[in-house]
């Protein structure tokens, strides 16, 4: 994108993020409200011209009709969670015209998905929430996905969800209000600095697993390494510069598991996001995720989520509140959360 963007379009689809919706809005106000005039002009859409509602059963009212509206320079395609279900023939097509006439798109949090079934990403970087990574390098192959927080990759701009957006929204409006404002931007909300686009996504291992010893903290990265071939406790003990025993004594005072237990458990993650996330038959994400049989997967799957996989795919609630955090939500119907 080498133009200035200053016009910014937001599609809202049913249950949408929030927080990745109102991280981008709020950058353009406060660049309008810092510089003292009116740099930028946004607009909310939705498909069929009513209030959609958030994840959070919160709803928002679309301030203009797309096709009546001024022309932009970006529209966003705002997903969140059951994303699926809220991206129909009627979405693709419109997309799909949009692109035609050569507006720029994005997408917020798992928006991404609606470009992506549109065609519109194949070829492209694209920028989706961790959670989310395996289901959709699974179902297109053609889009190289990314953990990144956010890529600009031509006319194509993807952000991953929660605060991301506003890191995102600065790195594109910088070149024209330069780094002063823009750092005076993040102040205003408190935000310590503008991440690059290359900060990671997710809470070093060290942290999640709260400072555990060194040797778990390398075990358990090489075990979210190897899923689909799973290390046995030789190999990770040799490649951790340990003793099985030792290893064993580790976990078991760190993390009150043995290291089968927490291998597993992760194995059992991917292969939830997976089943939520993809069309994947359960006999294929099993041996995605390492087991030796379906039975095996579904047996162990039964033990840790207290239902069988096949449960994940039932279809989504028709009525209430979006199930899931605004943080980012879910591709596929919930099973769960």
């Known amino acids: 994108m ?73 529209l966003f395609v705002c ?49 989706i929430h961790w959670e989310n990574l395996w289901g959709l390098r699974e179902t297109f192959p053609g889009i190289v996905f990314t953990p990144d927080l956010f890529v600009v990759d031509r006319d194509r701009c993807t952000c991953t969800g929660g605060i991301a957006p506003l890191d995102m929204i600065l790195h594109l409006i910088t070149p024209r209000i330069g780094r002063t404002l823009a750092a005076g931007i993040s102040e205003q ?6 991440r690059d686009s290359k900060d990671r996504q997710r809470i070093p291992i060290a942290a999640r697993l709260g400072g555990c010893n060194p040797s778990i903290i390398q075990a358990a990265a090489l075990m979210e390494a190897n899923i689909e071939e ?15 025993r030792q290893l064993q004594r580790l976990f078991h005072r760190s993390l009150g ?30 041996v995605a995720c390492g087991f030796r049989s379906p039975a095996h997967f579904s047996k162990s799957y039964r033990a840790v989520f207290g239902h069988p996989p096949s449960q994940e795919r039932r279809p989504p609630a028709n009525s209430g509140p979006a199930r899931g955090s605004g943080r980012s939500g879910r591709l596929a119907a919930p099973g769960s959360k």
């Open 2 to 74: 080498t133009a200035p963007l200053t016009r910014f379009g937001f599609l809202t689809l049913r249950h949408f993020s929030m927080i990745a919706f109102t991280n981008a809005i709020e950058p353009l106000r406060m660049a309008n409200y810092l510089a003292g005039e009116t740099i930028y002009r946004w607009s909310v859409y939705s498909l069929g011209g009513q209030p959609e509602e958030a994840s959070n059963g919160l709803s928002v009212s679309p301030t203009a009709l797309l096709d009546d509206s001024p022309p932009l320079d970006i």
């Open 189 to 194: 909300f408190i935000v310590e600095r503008i």
């Open 257 to 286: 598991l043995t290291p089968a237990q927490y291998y597993v458990t992760l194995r059992l993650r991917r292969g939830r996001e997976l089943l939520q996330q993809t069309a994947m038959p359960i006999t294929s994400v099993a």
């Open 230 to 244: 799973p290390l046995t406790l030789e190999e990770l003990a040799h490649m951790t510069d340990v003793s099985q």
């Open 79 to 127: 997903g969140g969670i059951d994303v699926p279900h809220a991206v129909d023939e009627r979405l693709v097509q419109l997309l799909r015209r949009l692109a035609r006439e050569r507006l720029n798109l994005g997408a917020l949090c798992t928006g991404a998905y609606a470009l992506a079934r549109a065609g519109l990403l194949d070829g492209y970087r694209c920028a």
